[in-house]
């Protein structure tokens, strides 16, 4: 609105310039990577008192997905004008590393196939260099280089002014929780942002039971009426089909109340210490009614995990990390369903605009797909503290996000001891530099801040080194501990760990699951499993209750995906041919497939008949049908 026409002509002049140098640049070298302000001609010179402003275009080529940016270093002068062009059959974002005091880029970007944009938050930037990434794609990255004058903004560093906020623990045999809209601190300034809520916070309460002991979790539904019906599913868990969350039936429609039995049994046994967690489940609005905050945590205790000494109390955090994208009051954007934006003021994220009716896994694929935040939050909050002592933590990490993965790491290169999956502890603690956790994955670690009083150590993810072909993680500084106090520390992590039973692995493979994306660009496409999308009428697969089975998983197509089986929890076989990696060998609910990747895995079908999930946890992907169901029969 503050464009006046000549100025206008000039920006789509200049990007067609730009872009005609790109091309320019790419026709003349197929490896398509080249330095684009080197060879792009417009504004040529930007020597002293040439007052021409410098532009650069950001070409994504087809492949651009794997590939990266075909131009990922550019340059542009201050009052340059920063595009993006488009030809991948993907949707991308340009997105700045760089953020102000709230986490929000300074410029970010959603481009989709065959779309060329601009950047205005780049333009203005104080000299420098700013790392840029893809939202989507963590893999693809680059460096914008901004020259000229003075003025202008970096970005701000993080302040971490909000203390981390934890849920509070509820250990009731008989839990209740109100779902309701509430409105929840999350930014540091400003106003508080409306969620749907598990009792009136994000996350949820913690709930905190015995193994072995039954629990009932009776949840009413309050939501606003644009909610509809939900369906409440324990991550992790082993219990009956009616009480699995199922995505079209046991629903709690609005106004009404369900109670969810978990016996936290398994065969007659107590299950194994886990860390688990509750979300809605509700058939293709899995990822709006995450997003909206209906997620809380769920621990098991193993009565063996006190005799052996790890942290307790107050030194047992869990730590629950979500990412979401806020407009200029606070409010979380709408996921594309324009129904959904809570914010009626006119103040849309640069680039959200951009994201309506548009598809991200292919031009006629449908159109909420992608529900990456902006910022990554922890227990619900940007960018928080905590003070701690001098001593060992058990931190439970849980990956919440709807899309996004995550390297964490520690800032001053302090290791992670991992003790434990979310589904009971390891044969032995794997001392790690990093993890990788995708969407639903959760790590069990120890922390040891012993003889650092003072220091203020940052837990940050970092872009994943692992693999050549797996979609990225995201960038940034997640929390921070402050180690403000010397204390007495009787915990300790043994060599070895009560690390629960494997099941023998049968040498057949009984069922092969097979991720893929599917259709055409004229009919659309879909994210698929076995070549088909999720139908909850069909029974893809049936088991016989008590007997053992492995499954082979594998993905065929170009992005990473976060596979989650229900019911059992699940010995990890192989992963391409091998044994698995250390933090790999006990019991999972939830594996990571980067393109190409087979991984078996074995269970025992005890305990409940009936039907359930087999599904992506990136939950647009789940939700635009990759979800297939298995049958477990007497
Ligand atoms: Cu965490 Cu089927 O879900
Ligand atoms: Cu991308
Ligand atoms: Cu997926």
């Not at 299950?271 to 979300?279: A, I, M, Q, R, T």
């Not at 003072?454 to 501990?481: A, C, H, I, W, Y």
């Not at 055409?520 to 088991?543: K, L």
Request: charged residues 20%; proline residues 7%; contains cysteine.
């Amino acid at each position: 609105m503050t464009r006046t026409h000549p100025r206008t002509l000039a920006l789509v002049l200049l990007a067609l310039l730009a872009l005609l140098g790109a091309l320019v640049v790419h026709a003349a070298d197929p490896s398509g990577r080249e330095d684009a302000t080197a060879a792009l001609g417009t504004g040529a010179g930007g020597t002293a008192g040439d007052t021409e402003p410098i532009s650069a275009t950001i070409l994504i080529d087809r492949g651009g997905l794997t590939g990266g940016y075909a131009t990922p270093r550019v340059t542009i002068s201050q009052d340059g004008q920063l595009s993006v062009l488009n030809r991948d059959t993907y949707a991308h974002t340009v997105t700045s590393e760089a953020t102000d005091a709230s986490g929000r880029p300074l410029f970010d970007v959603v481009v989709g196939p065959g779309e060329t944009r601009a950047v205005p938050g780049a333009t203005g930037l104080a000299a420098g260099d700013y790392g840029i990434y893809c939202r989507f794609h963590p893999n693809m990255r680059g460096t914008l280089t901004v020259v000229g004058g003075s003025g202008g903004t970096h970005g701000d560093k993080q302040k971490f002014v909000l203390p981390l906020a934890v849920p509070p623990t509820v250990r009731d045999a008989h839990v209740r929780l109100d779902m309701r809209q509430a409105d929840v601190r999350m930014l540091p300034d400003g106003r508080r942002t409306r969620a749907w809520t598990y009792g009136g916070s994000w996350p949820g309460p913690t709930i905190r039971r015995p193994a072995g002991e039954r629990t009932l979790v009776t949840v009413a539904n309050h939501l606003p009426p644009r909610a509809g019906s939900m369906s409440m599913h324990l991550h992790g868990d082993h219990h009956a089909s009616r009480h699995d969350g199922q995505p079209t039936s046991y629903l709690v429609p609005r106004g009404h109340s369900r109670t969810y039995r978990y016996d936290l049994t398994d065969n007659g046994r107590p299950e194994p210490g886990s860390f688990f967690w509750y979300h809605d489940h509700r058939m293709d609005h899995t990822a709006r009614n995450n997003w909206m905050g209906l997620q809380g945590m769920f621990i098991v205790d193993d009565p063996r995990e006190k005799r052996i000494g790890l942290p307790r109390g107050a030194r047992d955090v869990p730590l629950m990390i979500s990412d979401r994208s806020f407009t200029r009051h606070n409010q979380l954007t709408g996921l594309h369903e324009p129904d959904m934006v809570m914010d009626m003021g006119h103040d849309g994220m640069d680039g959200m605009d951009g994201m309506d009716g548009m598809g991200y896994t292919g031009p006629h694929a449908p159109p909420n797909d992608a529900s990456v935040g902006t910022q990554i939050l922890v227990n619900g909050r940007f960018a928080p503290h905590l003070r701690t002592e001098a001593v060992h933590y058990r931190l439970r990490l849980l990956n919440s996000s709807a899309f996004s993965s995550y390297e964490l790491t520690l800032s001053d290169g302090r290791p992670f001891v991992q003790i434990g999956t979310g589904d009971g502890l390891l044969p032995e603690p794997v001392v790690r530099q990093s993890i990788l956790l995708g969407p639903s994955q959760r790590a069990d670690v120890v922390v040891d801040f012993h003889g650092e009083v003072g220091k203020n150590v940052v837990l940050k993810t970092v872009p994943r080194t692992d693999s050549e072909t797996g979609t990225g993680s995201r960038v940034g500084e997640l929390m921070q501990f402050r180690v403000r106090s010397k204390a007495p520390d009787r915990s300790s992590v043994p060599d070895r760990l009560p690390t629960p039973r494997l099941v023998d692995p049968p040498s057949d493979i009984s069922m092969t699951w097979t991720f893929s994306l599917e259709g055409d660009e004229t009919n659309g496409t879909f994210w698929a499993i076995n070549g088909q999308a999720y139908d909850p009428d069909r029974i893809d697969h049936t088991v016989t209750l008590g007997s053992t089975e492995a499954w082979l998983l594998r993905n065929t197509s170009e992005v990473t995906h976060y596979v989650h089986l229900h019911e059992e929890q699940w010995r990890t076989v192989s992963r391409d041919g091998q044994p698995p990696p250390p933090w790999e060998q006990g019991l999972e609910d939830t594996w990571r497939l980067d393109p190409g990747e087979e991984v078996v895995v074995a269970a025992r079908f005890t305990d409940h008949t009936g039907p359930f999930m087999v599904h992506c946890h990136m939950l647009d992907h789940e939700d635009h049908g990759m979800m297939a169901t298995f049958e477990v029969v007497r």
